[in-house]
């Protein structure tokens, strides 16, 4: 007997059904109930879909993230949106989303504008949680509500339910102290409202409760180390089986507290860390569980069940009833269903599998192992010939690729000459005023654009029409620029419906999909492209539309790309060969689109790497090796052009302390970061190692409505100027305003640019 379980299933919808019932209600077009109804119906679709499981989770919905429920459930709210009044589903968004100043008035009186709760990736995913603030004052105090609903719901359906937590030491980890508290010295008076939950869930006859913990793949000091051990003995006395959850990486250090913490067992990610498995059954005590995380909840590719059962069988036969198994990690990573897949090539979609595919995979190991091999023949059998087929495929393996990969030198990442000589030969060129002013790239994606493209992909609008559709916006866009006074122009990337997406439609060795999508924070989501096979680029990608936006300026327009390693980090990629083959093979293809914009006549490139510092390992030991091929990739992509060229390269996530060596080594001469919020103390780094090209720091947050005021900026760049000599600053927005609207944006960049006005005049 082996029981199988899930870790948690994606919430969104197979049609985004959360996103757009969520988005409507926010934009005043619909009720609180009608949401509330939506939430109820997707968790019952999708404990349906998962009823051939021995246990389903319960808990893992959320209308946000998992990370502010987990908030709300410990009565950990910020100071700032306590007292608010109304439904608490209204508050809950409160936090999320904050309340602009414009629609805080009708509220003066009462609860005011709010800031929105800082949002962080988690772990090493592309999904970003809300950050759980600590303060000295930080008081606990439980709100089951949640939990028990959604527990009634489930039982109702007959679910055998799991109630899913975040477990106290990743609860404290993965927030933020906002005074000088130590998160840990919360631990004692958490632990309480802990045990009172576990011991409400046992009261409701609750069995076992998963408890995630994947702070434990991540190096933890001494006194974290202590925290588990401390936490786990206060929560034993619960009488409910706890089942503590790790994913995404190896237990290496942490290994054996891992598999001795006094729980009744231990979940373990068997893709990241199979070669830990054997080594565990050695060290568990012998009345634990050990789930094993046997199909990766973070790709697309079908499960090699073969191979799988080759390895599992032993460990099966070790274990017997102890054995339990289940997807590496939560599903939310991955989209909902492989079968809405219609457009899809038939011999790609046989190689893949999606959330619901993913648990028939569960299914047919378990059975395999229980009842033997013969009884999944058929499955086994065409499990095979799937694998078999992707192996071998002359659509995957692309002799010229490889070829043009074993070439590959390092003279190609070098550009010409040093930064100072390019610098003079740009300025001679480009002529740009001191704190030149430019943005990030995109401007907002308004519901018109979205709506042609999706007219242009039902075929309802032909390709003349959406070109000129497209053209008119990008003409809209370079208008306001020019009435604005910027000094490098955008096109404003209207005909890219994502950054990474775009390139990945475009690429030969990528699919995409259709409805793939997966949550990226709230209602916003994005849809990986599949990189399937060897890499290249059969056609120009983008230089059309930018030469058109630069045919109507005469200021420079600046190219506009996105750069290998975040193409890599923000698709689902090969899981057959090292991830710096595929980026080097993307490296190669963007330098050819970036050689093709230079000789198109473009002077100024920008190579987003806005995944670049987020792709870092979890573990602070394999960083070095990711940095080494992600900057040669970068450099391999950048630095093919002329010294008159210049290079920019834009980050948002901009915590350079540690790897601003790395940084450096890629040698853009320009770099836009993210710095707004950090009143440019992350410049310090800049500072510290004397950075020695130009740096564009973020004046202002893209992610707040609210008008940025023209002295603050004057203010943030003359704290730039302290760290960074000011003829090498520019004076650029936090990041790309997509998400925003045109209404907010003008009157913004109308600041920024009257800011960089105010500081040339006092220089
Ligand atoms: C910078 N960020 C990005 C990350 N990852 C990426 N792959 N891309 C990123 O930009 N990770 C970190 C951050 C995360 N931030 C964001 C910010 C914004 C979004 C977002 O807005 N996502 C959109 C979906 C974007 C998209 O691909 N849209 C398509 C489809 C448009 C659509 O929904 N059409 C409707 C019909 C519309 C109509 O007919 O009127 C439909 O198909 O039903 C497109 O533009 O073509 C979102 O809406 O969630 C994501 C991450
Ligand atoms: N060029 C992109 C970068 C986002 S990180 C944009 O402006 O949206
Ligand atoms: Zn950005």
């Given at each position: 007997m082996v029981t199988t379980h899930n870790l948690g299933f994606p919430r969104i919808g197979a049609k985004r059904e959360l996103k757009f019932a969520l988005e409507a209600y926010w934009k005043g077009q619909s009720t609180l109930d009608a949401v509330k109804q939506l939430g109820h119906e997707l968790r019952q679709r999708h404990w349906a879909l998962q009823a051939g499981l021995d246990l389903a989770p319960v808990g893992d919905f959320a209308f946000y993230d998992q990370v502010l429920d987990m908030s709300f459930t410990l009565g950990n709210l910020p100071a700032r949106v306590q007292g608010f009044h109304g439904d608490e589903l209204d508050n809950y968004f409160r936090v999320a989303r904050g309340r602009s100043a414009q629609s805080a008035e009708a509220h003066a009186q009462c609860c005011g504008g709010v800031a929105a709760g800082e949002m962080t990736k988690w772990f090493d995913t592309n999904y970003h949680y809300i950050v759980p603030e600590f303060t000295a004052a930080t008081r606990f105090k439980l709100d089951a509500s949640r939990l028990l609903q959604q527990l009634a719901e489930a039982r109702a359906q007959q679910v055998k339910a799991k109630p899913v937590i975040i477990g106290p030491v990743t609860y404290l980890a993965i927030g933020k102290s906002?005074?000088?508290?130590?998160?840990?010295?919360l631990l004692p008076q958490l632990l309480q409202v802990y045990t009172e939950l576990l011991e409400t869930l046992a009261a409701q006859g609750v069995e076992w409760v998963q408890i995630d913990e994947p702070i434990l793949v991540t190096e933890l000091d001494a006194d974290w180390q202590h925290a588990f051990n401390l936490a786990y003995h206060q929560l034993k006395s619960c009488r409910v089986k706890l089942l503590v959850a790790t994913y995404f990486g190896q237990l290496a250090d942490n290994q054996y507290l891992a598999a001795n913490l006094p729980v009744a067992g231990l979940h373990v990610d068997a893709i990241n860390a199979r070669s830990e498995i054997v080594p565990l059954l050695g060290m568990l005590p012998a009345h634990k569980v050990l789930s094993v995380g046997?199909?990766?909840?973070?790709?697309?590719w079908k499960t090699d069940l073969n191979a799988t059962l080759d390895w599992l069988e032993p460990i099966a036969e070790r274990l017997g009833e102890r054995l339990w198994l289940a997807p590496s990690c939560s599903l939310l990573h991955v989209p909902v269903d492989l079968d809405s897949e219609q457009a899809l090539d038939l011999e790609i979609r046989s190689w893949l599998a999606f959330a619901t595919q993913k648990l028939d995979e569960l299914q047919i190991l378990a059975t395999a192992l229980t009842q033997g091999r013969a009884a999944v023949k058929d499955q086994l059998a065409s499990n095979h010939t799937a694998i078999a087929t992707r192996r071998s495929s002359q659509r995957v393996h692309k002799p010229q690729v490889k070829a043009a990969l074993e070439k590959l030198t390092p003279q190609l990442g070098q550009r010409q000459n040093a930064y100072a000589v390019r610098a003079s030969k740009q300025a001679a060129l480009l002529k740009l005023p001191k704190y030149p002013t430019t943005t990030i790239g995109s401007f907002p994606q308004t519901a018109d654009i979205r709506h042609a493209r999706s007219e242009f992909k039902a075929g309802r609008l032909d390709a003349a029409g959406y070109q000129a559709a497209m053209q008119a916006e990008i003409a809209r866009s370079i208008q306001e620029q020019e009435a604005l006074g910027l000094d490098v122009l955008v096109?404003?990337?209207?005909?890219?419906?994502d950054m990474v997406e775009y390139f990945g439609e475009q690429l030969d060795g990528y699919a995409f999909s259709q409805f793939g999508w997966v949550q990226s924070y709230g209602s916003r989501c994005v849809k990986p492209p599949i990189l399937f096979g060897d890499i290249s680029r059969p056609r120009a990608m983008t230089v059309d539309w930018i030469k058109y936006a630069q045919s109507l300026t005469s200021k420079p327009m600046k190219g506009m790309l996105t750069g290998p390693v975040t193409i890599l980090n923000w698709s689902f990629v090969r899981d057959d060969q090292p991830r710096s083959v595929s980026c080097y093979q993307l490296a190669l293809a963007i330098r050819q689109e970036v050689l093709d914009l230079e000789q198109a006549g473009i002077n100024v490139i920008q190579i987003d790497e806005a995944a670049l510092r987020e792709?870092?390992?979890?573990?602070?030991?394999?960083?070095q090796s990711y940095l080494d091929w992600a900057v040669e990739s970068f450099r391999i992509t950048?630095?093919?052009?002329?010294?008159e060229t210049q290079i920019h390269t834009h980050m948002c996530y901009s915590e350079f302390n540690d790897i601003i060596e790395s940084i450096a080594a890629m040698d853009a001469d320009v770099i836009t970061i993210e710095t707004s919020r950090s009143d440019m103390e992350l410049l310090d780094a800049f500072k510290t190692f004397d950075y020695p090209n130009e740096i564009g720091p973020g004046v202002y947050d893209i992610h707040s409505p609210n008008i940025p005021d023209q002295a603050d900026m004057v203010k943030l760049m003359q704290l730039a100027a302290e760290r960074v000599p000011a003829e090498r600053l520019w004076v650029n927005p936090?990041?790309?305003?997509?998400?925003?609207q045109w209404a907010e944006v003008l009157p913004a960049l109308r600041n920024m640019v009257a800011a960089a006005k105010t500081l040339r005049a006092n220089a």
């Open positions: 906002k005074d000088d508290t130590s998160q840990l010295a046997v199909i990766n909840g973070r790709n697309i096109h404003g990337e209207a005909e890219r419906n792709g870092l390992p979890l573990r602070k030991a394999q960083w950048a630095n093919g052009v002329a010294d936090d990041c790309g305003l997509k998400t925003r």
